[in-house]
């Protein structure tokens, strides 16, 4: 009786697994498995056993033989974006144009701005040609034709005009103490009513005293005994009251005798000679005389307000 050959055990078989559904790519390559194939015993033929043998090893070569496996390469996975159509949204219309007429508003005020500050530019420019026009024109009629400058007198008046008569001064006076400048018989009037009133309030001053005595010992002595509060006091009692006069102008007072001012006196006849509608009326230059015993005597014009200084 043969031997009845069992049914060799299942062997694997060769089959093809596709992968999961993606997107296209040429350089993925088939993944390789093992196929399992199985048999039954019916299904085998009565064959002798060397041939069986010889199946089996054909087929089981068939089935061992395995592509070369591949490194799996990571599938690029697409990015799904989820937004709501709001967001999205783009604006609407009308406001692009409310946007935009808004815009054309902001310009045309800076336009009309920058057209009132030209106009505004151009006013001063015109002002300034205007000004440099009118002093071109001055200096003009100031140069005569030799090319000398002719002065106008009104310009010099401040200078030379007395501020108690406001006339020109022809004998003009110096306050040695304070520098201020004034005609003389303005200065000689001034002075004058500060004589009187101190008289009205000592009528028996006289100019004639000890004060010049007194001021005499002070000058020859020395400043230790000046200084000494006993001898101090015994001169000023022995002095008596003199009249104050203080300037015009600053009211400071006033303790030497006024000085002529020769070269303003000059300067002020020269521009009233120069000027033809006062030529007429510059006094003589005379030496200050006044009446004494019926006589005019030439004298010096503070003698009866300040002493002599010797």
């Not at 996975?77 to 935009?100: F, T």
């Not at 500050?117 to 300034?128: F, G, P």
């Not at 200096?139 to 002065?151: N, Y």
């Not at 030379?160 to 006339?167: N, Q, Y």
Request: aromatic share 6%.
């Amino acid at each position: 009786m043969p031997r009845v050959q069992s049914p060799p055990r299942g062997t694997r078989a060769h089959s093809r697994v596709s992968p999961l559904a993606s997107k296209p790519n040429s350089k993925q390559q088939d993944l390789s498995t093992d196929v399992l194939e199985l048999t039954s015993g019916d299904d085998i033929p009565n064959t002798p056993l060397p041939q069986l043998r010889k199946h089996h090893k054909r087929v089981s070569s068939l089935t061992t033989k395995k592509k070369p496996r591949q490194k799996l390469q990571n599938a690029p996975l697409d990015v799904i974006e989820i937004s709501s159509d709001e967001d999205e949204a783009s604006p609407s219309q009308g406001s692009i144009i409310a946007d935009l007429r808004g815009q054309v508003k902001k310009l045309e005020q800076e336009k009309e701005k920058c057209r009132n500050e030209r106009d505004l530019s151009v006013q001063e420019a015109l002002r300034y040609h205007a000004q440099l026009k009118e002093a071109n024109a001055k200096a003009s009629e100031q140069k005569s034709t030799d090319g000398k400058l002719v002065l106008d007198p009104s310009a010099l008046e401040d200078g030379l005009s007395c501020e108690i008569c406001t006339g020109r001064m022809y004998t003009p006076y110096l306050l040695p103490d304070c520098g201020h400048t004034f005609c003389l018989s303005c200065l000689r009037d001034w002075f004058g009513t500060a004589h009187a009133r101190f008289l009205q309030a000592n009528p028996h001053w006289h100019q004639n005293t000890m004060n010049g005595y007194i001021s005499r010992i002070q000058a020859l002595l020395l400043p230790e005994y000046l200084a000494h509060p006993q001898l101090h006091f015994h001169l000023q009692q022995l002095q008596q009251p003199v009249p104050e006069y203080t300037c015009p102008t600053c009211r400071k007072r006033v303790y030497r005798r006024p000085v002529e001012v020769y070269a303003l006196k000059s300067l002020v006849r020269t521009i009233s000679a120069a000027n033809r509608a006062g030529k007429g009326d510059i006094p003589l230059d005379q030496p200050f005389a006044e009446r004494r015993h019926g006589h005019l005597v030439v004298a010096d014009p503070w003698d009866g307000y300040f002493p002599r200084e010797r």
